[in-house]
């Protein structure tokens, strides 16, 4: 089945916190943030583990108290089947997902699943597992009529049958893990020793080819061991019992009262492919692949999971959930991008059964990857871990414009997730003029400060950009615009807070961003850029008729008045008057709104 959603709490660093995932999720986020912490806690229960005594998340327990660890770790794993895969409706929850629920204490794991628990109480329990005396039992204590001698399978399928019509209802219920292994995932990991001695994948790969020639699914969807291993293993059961059965006799010497005994072997032959050595040679003879350089060993780890990507694409194998933590380590550039396409080739080829998560800090696989599959992954100030991750609400204007139209933008993952502010502007002056003028006045970068300007003007993508960062990212999200705009209506339509508008929306400006400078700092900048060809020098008196001309644009009359009176080789756009603007305006003179903004995009940001 493919993992949904997985709930976690008292895990080490994870309290309580419910983490998204998809065929494909990349978690990401600053080291200690818990993204390795979320593999160990898949591995922990889909291998079956027991945790230790520091997996128990340390708090403070609110009373001035020492600080102590947590009594429980407790998970929900939300598991969708795939479309072929058939599951007894007795295992899942009314909107046809599977739940399991871990618990861990110091001295015992509990496991159960969401799902049909029987109003007769004997019917929850695992049948497969019971004894044949137990079965019996079960039997006579419902009721259930059987004539002549039944095998356990027999006894085992009456009671299936049974349990079809038995009255039930919906709720937590208790069962051994083992009776859910065949349609769980297997977890895999892959961690940076593997990736330092790629002979671990080869082994993983290889593993999967031997179960695939060991196991068969049946018409219900059942993986079972092939037909003459079945046999072999009903010859071995066999003969174990019948040895068993010879113990009968010692027993009884000293105990009569003993009347049978019965042994059920768990036998799996999937165990039988355990290690192996991979040697090559390269012109000087077979070596280990060990005793390689690391060159060698990361470029025949990219041939690795390519040859492995054509394995697994042929294999019929049971689902199964692979983790990759960091796989970027120590991979240039074009190296990152091939192993991302590499993992995403295994999850998203034709009839798939692999679902990967990848623990990266690695720019290129962020920024290559569906936006909507990253899970940032960050620290709050008490220790606990905190999970964001991108919500397109089903909205077709998000999704369009994450898929097809954020690279217009220059928008990419990493900005997304990382950058602690973004303005919303919606003119090219603003865009070329804001960075010089912060810049100038604080010594440093917007970029290297976290701040994004985005200029939404004449983009076709605004809508579902407005719409991602209402929902998202509302909180670090400024609308710088003009005063005459009528784009603020599209903010409250995108899910921006009507009564908080001041928090987000600043107004510049008569009409525009352009009118909001003095004659006085526009002729500074004229005067060094595009002198009159008159000679003379301009004065705030050759700007006033442009000024009060009604129903036009002042930036608009502005480049038409120096094409009119300059002959200078510098283009009169606005994005060069913007750039120009913001370097010979006096500091003392930008205007009040612009320092304004920046004062609180500072304060969005945490600079200073």
């Known amino acids: 089945m493919q993992l949904i959603t997985v709930e976690i709490k008292n895990f080490r660093c994870l309290k309580d916190?419910?983490?998204?995932?998809?065929?494909?999720?990349?978690?990401?986020?600053?080291?200690?943030?818990?993204?390795?912490?979320?593999?160990?806690?898949?591995?922990?229960i889909l291998s079956e583990h027991q945790p230790e005594e520091s997996d128990y998340y340390y708090f403070d327990?609110?009373?001035?108290?020492?600080?102590?660890?947590?009594?429980?770790?407790?998970?929900?794993l939300t598991f969708h089947p795939y479309s072929d895969q058939t599951i007894s409706q007795e295992f899942l929850s009314p909107d046809g997902f599977f739940r399991l629920k871990k618990r861990f204490t110091r001295l015992s794991g509990e496991t159960w699943y969401n799902g049909r628990c029987f109003d007769q109480e004997v019917l929850n329990q695992d049948l497969t597992s019971l004894r044949v005396a137990d079965l019996d039992a079960t039997i006579q204590e419902i009721g259930i009529v059987v004539e002549g001698r039944l095998n356990k399978e027999e006894k085992i399928q009456r009671l299936q049958e049974y349990k079809q019509h038995a009255p039930f209802h919906v709720d937590w219920v208790p069962t051994a893990q083992a009776s859910l292994r065949e349609f769980l995932p297997r977890f895999e990991r892959y961690r940076s020793l593997d990736y330092q001695d790629p002979t671990n994948v080869v082994i993983k790969t290889l593993r999967t080819v031997y179960e695939s020639k060991i196991y068969e699914t049946d018409d219900e969807g059942v993986?079972?061991?092939?037909?003459?291993?079945?046999?072999?293993?009903?010859?071995?059961?066999?003969?174990?019992?019948?040895?068993?059965?010879?113990?009968?006799?010692?027993i009884q010497r000293y105990n009569q009262s003993v009347r049978r005994v019965e042994f059920n072997p768990t036998i799996d032959f999937s165990g039988g492919l355990k290690s192996g050595q991979f040697s090559i040679d390269d012109g000087r003879g077979f070596h280990w692949l060990t005793k390689c350089g690391d060159g060698t060993k990361r470029r025949l780890l990219?041939?690795?999971?390519?040859?492995?990507?054509?394995?697994?694409?042929?294999?019929?194998?049971?689902?199964?959930?692979?983790?990759?933590?960091?796989p970027d380590v120590n991979l240039h550039y074009e190296a990152q991008r091939h192993m991302y396409r590499t993992i995403r080739d295994i999850v998203y080829q034709e009839n798939s059964r692999i679902q990967a998560i990848v623990c990266t800090h690695s720019l290129t696989m962020i920024d290559h990857a569906p936006a909507t599959s990253i899970d940032l992954l960050h620290l709050c100030?008490?220790?606990?871990?905190?999970?964001?991750?991108?919500?397109?609400?089903?909205?077709?204007?998000?999704?369009?414009?994450?898929?097809?139209?954020?690279?217009?933008?220059?928008?990419?993952?990493?900005?997304?997730?990382?950058?602690?502010?973004?303005?919303?502007?919606?003119?090219?002056?603003?865009?070329?003029?804001?960075?010089?003028?912060y810049h100038r006045l604080y010594g440093h970068s917007m970029i290297e400060d976290g701040i994004r300007l985005i200029n939404i003007e004449g983009n076709g993508g605004k809508k579902g950009l407005l719409k991602l960062l209402?929902?998202?990212?509302?909180?670090?999200?400024?609308?710088?615009?003009?005063?005459?705009?009528?784009?603020?209506?599209?903010?409250?339509?995108?899910?921006?807070?009507?009564?908080?508008?001041?928090?987000?929306?600043?107004?510049?400006g008569q009409k525009e961003f352009e009118d909001a400078f003095s004659d006085e700092t526009i002729c500074l900048c004229l005067n060094e850029i595009w002198p009159r060809t008159d000679n003379e020098p301009w004065a705030p008196a050759h700007l006033s008729d442009i000024r009060s001309e009604p129903n036009k644009k002042f930036s608009d009359r502005l480049m038409g008045l120096i094409y009119q009176n300059s002959e200078s080789d510098v283009s009169n756009t606005k994005p060069v008057y913007g750039q120009k603007l913001a370097s010979f305006c006096p500091l003392d003179m930008i205007p009040e709104r612009v320092i304004h903004l920046f004062n609180r995009a500072r304060e969005i940001a945490r600079v200073g």
């Open 302 to 326: 990219i041939a690795f999971f390519d040859w492995e990507r054509e394995i697994l694409g042929k294999q019929q194998t049971r689902p199964l959930l692979r983790g990759y933590d960091e």
């Open 223 to 250: 993986r079972k061991p092939i037909t003459s291993l079945r046999e072999l293993q009903s010859d071995i059961e066999t003969e174990l019992n019948r040895k068993v059965s010879e113990l009968l006799g010692y």
């Open 61 to 76: 327990d609110g009373n001035g108290n020492p600080e102590s660890r947590a009594d429980e770790i407790e998970a929900v």
């Open 381 to 437: 100030e008490c220790g606990m871990t905190g999970v964001n991750y991108l919500d397109t609400l089903e909205d077709q204007d998000v999704e369009d414009f994450l898929a097809n139209l954020a690279a217009e933008l220059g928008i990419t993952n990493s900005i997304l997730f990382y950058e602690r502010c973004y303005i919303i502007i919606e003119g090219p002056t603003e865009e070329n003029s804001l960075p010089i003028f």
């Open 470 to 508: 209402g929902k998202n990212r509302q909180h670090l999200t400024i609308a710088f615009l003009d005063s005459d705009t009528h784009t603020n209506q599209d903010f409250i339509g995108a899910g921006f807070s009507r009564d908080r508008t001041d928090d987000y929306l600043i107004l510049i």
């Open 17 to 44: 916190v419910k983490i998204p995932f998809r065929e494909l999720t990349v978690l990401i986020g600053e080291n200690d943030a818990g993204k390795s912490t979320i593999l160990d806690l898949l591995d922990l």
